[in-house]
DNA sequence: GTGAAAGCGCTAACAT
DNA sequence: ATGTTAGCGCTTTCAC
């Protein structure tokens, strides 16, 4: 046994064109599909048979570096937790990988601050696009981009600045289905659970909420919160039961981790969902139909979403597409057990 | 208005060095943090601010060709919308992005063949080693990263052939504390859902649940499944409920999914959890505290394990571990609604 | 159809 | 303390 080196033995293309006795721009050509014609048929054979044996891998970086394209794309959430994304990321990833690209993510936290050096950090790393989830993303970080001709996309929110090519669920249809069935049932006053204000989805939502009130002559009421989280929903209604001026029967809650965090407060108030309180939820998230009660919610087509948005940013990188598109995936009102008839 | 290209107007280490009128190797000392002392301290202070006025940004894709170093670490899992992979995931990035990593999550859904090709993709993209949670990869794959010298961490589950250092939660004592736990109950005859047996984890906890059962004279039957889900859980229980040969009064499910799913089987064949059947989990992943019943289940520290793996990872890539650790984070029995007084 | 040569942006010897 | 040189592995003119 031979002393070897124990690290990586890479066969580059220099290595199966020395073995095959050719140059290693014919091996490059033979092994990249585009350019395979440019060779003779037999030659390009014997050169792929090589490679094969000698165990030549590619090096992505190296082409990369050369082809100014990373074949990488960087996908930016608040949090991965949020079991809204997870979706997302693998409708993405399922348009991407089989197209030769990869995903990064990168979770913010909802932080501007970490945002945005997680963002410079993908940018370092040569990354082709993005494709953004978060709201916060403001102005002048987008706007660099920009001017570098660097693609966008936008997927579940869209930027407030800049008009790039965005994919969302419709919410305004979404908060009207809601209105709607509330009002079937009886209700007349109604409290909106609503997201951040700094998000597009928590205003559309608010906003669609408050008007959708006052055409149909209904009490509702906004309640802000700083978080789609289930904390937040919770402190929010307990700030409220706490001080015993309870007078809507319904919960109109921006998603439907706000949602979970009304039911926890009801429940530590005494209250039952639905027969004192109707709560509904927005996303139709993983396990919702194992909540107690089974939350009534509004779907969201979330794998759909990331499958659009990685489609809208290749054709983007590609130059098909130069139109900054909106997109509007269609919701759907899911009816379970958190709502009841108004007493 | 002059003309302008509208792509990408890099900066490059040359431009910054033309315009700070020195070498570029200069530059690139000055920039980094490890070599900024051997440069002059003013020259370094005027280089940076060029760098900074110009908009310099590095290009990690050059710099990797250059230290055969990519700073990006794949991360395999079976599938993101598992929700105990997004805490693992977090945990991962919580210990490298501060150290200059970036990881690159994949998705096998438990296919070796897209296995194969991702990971092949992930070596190609150059990483610097390898986070795997999934337990389908077998010898002909991993013994390959050996030989190469690319460093591997498994997490959540162990390797079946090659000693890889491992991060996993203590199952066997998790195991171990159900059953005590079933047995304080009263409950003699006792169902395990058991996970993929391919999987260490599924074999682990199916081979504790068998010895407890045989130590304490209990009656253990143990049905195997094949994946980890939902859908495999409730099919499972619904085989042997058709039947109409209902012995056992507990079910210990290889985790919370495999439990959900028997809660759906219960529920349509009109039996209840608890009252006639206590159904215990394991991972304790997030909302088990809000299904109906609050799924008594065992907590495995999530986040931590990947805080670990990817700590480990590191140390193994600087060269400072060398011997194949093993992790093992205790978990703690979680007493919640699905678990009451045998009939 | 194939080879030779240049160079993507960077860092690490080796000079000075 | 800084400059020079070379080269990481690849693709792409440009020759022939």
Redesign the pocket.
């Known amino acids: 046994m031979a002393y070897r080196s124990a690290m990586r033995n ?1 066969v ?6 020395k073995a095959a ?12 599909p ?2 395979e ?4 048929k ?3 054979r014997k050169i792929k048979k090589i490679a094969k044996d000698l165990g ?4 992505t ?3 990369g ?4 394209k990373s074949l990488t794309i960087g996908v930016v959430i608040p949090d991965l937790t949020n079991p809204i994304f997870p979706p997302i990321v693998r409708g993405i990833d399922s348009y991407l990988l089989p197209r030769g690209y990869s995903a990064m993510v990168v979770n913010t936290d909802g932080n501007k601050e970490i945002e945005q050096t997680l963002i410079s950090s993908l940018m370092e790393r040569q990354v082709d696009g993005l494709i953004v989830a978060t709201g916060h993303t403001e102005g002048d970080l987008l706007s660099q981009f920009h001017e570098r001709g660097v693609k966008v996309v936008m997927v579940n929110r869209e930027s407030p600045g800049i008009p790039f090519p965005a994919v969302t669920s419709d919410d305004g249809a979404g908060i009207s289905a809601i209105i709607e069935h509330l009002v079937e049932l009886g209700h007349t006053n109604i409290l909106h659970l609503a997201g951040p204000s700094d998000s597009s989805t928590g205003l559309l939502r608010s906003k669609t909420f408050s008007s959708e009130c006052k055409k149909r002559g209904l009490v509702g009421k906004v309640i802000k919160n700083e978080n789609y989280s289930i904390d937040d929903g919770q402190a929010a209604i307990d700030k409220i039961l706490d001080h015993g001026a309870r007078t809507f029967t319904a919960i109109v809650a921006g998603n439907d981790l706000l949602a979970l965090g009304a039911y926890h407060s009801l429940r530590t108030h005494g209250l039952r969902c639905p027969d004192d309180v109707s709560v509904v939820g927005f996303n139709n998230m993983p396990f919702t139909a194992d909540f107690q009660p089974p939350m009534t919610t509004v779907n969201a087509p979330h794998y759909d979403m990331g499958v659009e948005a990685a489609r809208l940013l290749l054709s983007q990188i590609d130059g098909i597409d130069s139109a900054p598109v909106k997109v509007t995936l269609p919701v759907s009102l899911i009816l379970r057990g958190s709502t009841a008839r108004a007493l």
Chains 1, 2 share one sequence.
């Not at 580059?12 to 064109?17: F, G, K, N, P, S």
């Not at 014609?37 to 003779?40: D, H, L």
């Not at 030549?56 to 090096?59: A, E, I, L, V």
């Open positions: 890479r580059t293309l220099a290595d199966v064109a006795g050719v140059n290693a721009a014919t091996v490059s050509r033979s092994l990249n585009a350019t014609g440019q060779v003779r037999e030659t390009a030549y891998t590619p090096n970086v190296a082409r570096l050369r082809t100014r």
